[in-house]
Every structure is written in C-alpha cells, then in structure tokens.
C-alpha cells in the first residue's frame, strides 16, 4: 500500500503504521525518527534540524524535501510505504506531488486520523519513549507504564520523555499542526485521496483503513 498518515502529534500515526506494515511489508517512513537519528548521529542535517525540533517548530521544508527525495527511491519504498509525518506543510505536499508523478508512484489513500486535542495533550505528556534507536518502544504513565519506572520492559534502556514533549513544545507542536498541517485535509479531498477516521483506538483505525483498501 501507499498511504499517507495524517494526524497531529499523538493522534497514533507511528503505531498505526507499525500495524500497517506488517500486512503486507510496506515500509513505514518517518520524517521525525530520520530526524531524531541524524540528531544523535550528529550529521549536517541533525544540526541544522536539533532547534527547530526541540522548540517544536517544523523543520524547513527544503531540508524534509532532500531527504524525501532521496528516501522514496530506496528499493525497500517499491513494495508500498506508509508515510508518517510527511507531508506537513501545503509546500511540502505539493513538492510531494510533483515528485510521485516523476517517479510514476500514485497513492492508494491519505488517512486523516482525527483525536480530540484533550486526549493527545494528555497522552503526549504522559507518553515515553525508549531511549535505544533500535528499540524506541512507546510507554505511558497512565495507560502503558515499564514495569520498573523508567527503564523499558523490553530492552533495559533508559525510557524518558522526549525534549519535545514538555507542556509547553507540545502546546506549540498542536498549534502548528492546525496552522501548517490541518490545510492538507482539503488539499487531499479535492484530490479525491481523503478518508477522515475519528477513533482513538490504533485497532480501529487500522480496520477503518483496511476496509477502505479492500484488504
Ligand atoms: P510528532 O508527530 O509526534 O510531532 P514527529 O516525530 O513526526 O513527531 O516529528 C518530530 C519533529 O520533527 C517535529 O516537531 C518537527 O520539528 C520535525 N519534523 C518531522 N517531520 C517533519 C516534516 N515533514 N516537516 C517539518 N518538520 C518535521
Ligand atoms: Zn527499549
């Protein structure tokens, strides 16, 4: 499949896409996990990228454009991808459209997950993540704690709070969704490309979805 997630911060994209992937070995492409890697590897790009993220300002769209560019025509995108925090800006969607049509790549659908504010708020402060790259397991105070506070159930890394999940980042990240990343629901509705699915649940969702595809 090729699909775009759309949602704000939180809404479940990252887990949504996890179960996406495994039906049929499309891979999931996060803008934010490349970002958040080129951070700890200290690459040009985490440079550049480290302020923006940590105050919970987008990053600049030429540089999400280079690396999209580059990433979706790596071999692995050929059987399907799920597109997760990409695109966010009008800019960065148009760009993007301009780029399938060069690659000959056309898009199954964009799923626009819908959560009220006062639940993602709420999970987002509470939300922790494992600090080792190849793990990055989620965890939630309230719903979904590591067994031993602080460290993950899975590997024994540190689980902590992400730099932009401060009350006040996550406040700002909301906000710029709705200014910068809420436009693209009309964008691909008048694409024909649109399916809006309110639900809380990742399951949920994921069935939602795969009614839509016929899987
Ligand atoms: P979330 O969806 O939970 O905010 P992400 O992991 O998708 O988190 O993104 C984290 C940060 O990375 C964003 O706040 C932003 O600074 C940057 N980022 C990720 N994807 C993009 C994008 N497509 N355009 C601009 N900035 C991005
Ligand atoms: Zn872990």
């Known amino acids: ?6 949602g704000a911060p939180g809404a479940g994209k990252g887990t949504v896409a996890k179960l996406l992937t495994k039906l049929d070995g499309s891979v999931q492409i996060s ?10 590897a200290k690459t040009d790009l985490g440079k550049e990228a480290e302020g923006y993220m940590n105050r919970g300002d987008l990053v600049p769209d030429s540089l999400i454009m280079g690396i999209m560019e580059h990433r979706l025509q790596e071999d692995d995108c050929k059987g399907g991808f799920l597109l997760d925090g990409f695109p966010r800006t009008i800019p960065q969607a148009e760009e993007l459209t301009q780029l399938l049509t060069k690659l000959g790549i056309k898009l199954d659908m964009v799923a626009n997950i819908d959560v009220p504010r006062d639940v993602i708020f709420d999970r987002l402060c509470t939300r922790r993540t494992c600090e080792n790259p190849d793990c990055q397991a989620i ?7 590591t ?3 602080g460290i993950c159930d899975a590997c ?8 932009d999940e401060t ?3 996550i406040g700002h990240r ?11 629901a009309s964008f691909y509705e008048k694409q024909g490309l649109l399916e809006t699915i309110v639900g ?3 399951d949920i969702v994921v069935n939602a979805i795969k009614k839509k595809l016929g899987i």
């Open 156 to 163: 024994g890394s540190p689980a902590v709070q992400r730099a």
């Open 1 to 6: 499949m090729k699909l775009i997630l759309l």
């Open 174 to 184: 909301l906000d710029t969704y709705n200014e910068k990343t809420a436009p693209l």
């Open 139 to 145: 965890y939630n105070t309230k719903s979904n704690p």
């Open 147 to 149: 067994k031993v506070e």
């Open 31 to 40: 803008t934010g996990d490349i970002l958040r890697g080129a951070v700890r």
């Open 167 to 169: 009350e006040e980042a």
């Open 200 to 202: 809380t649940s990742s």
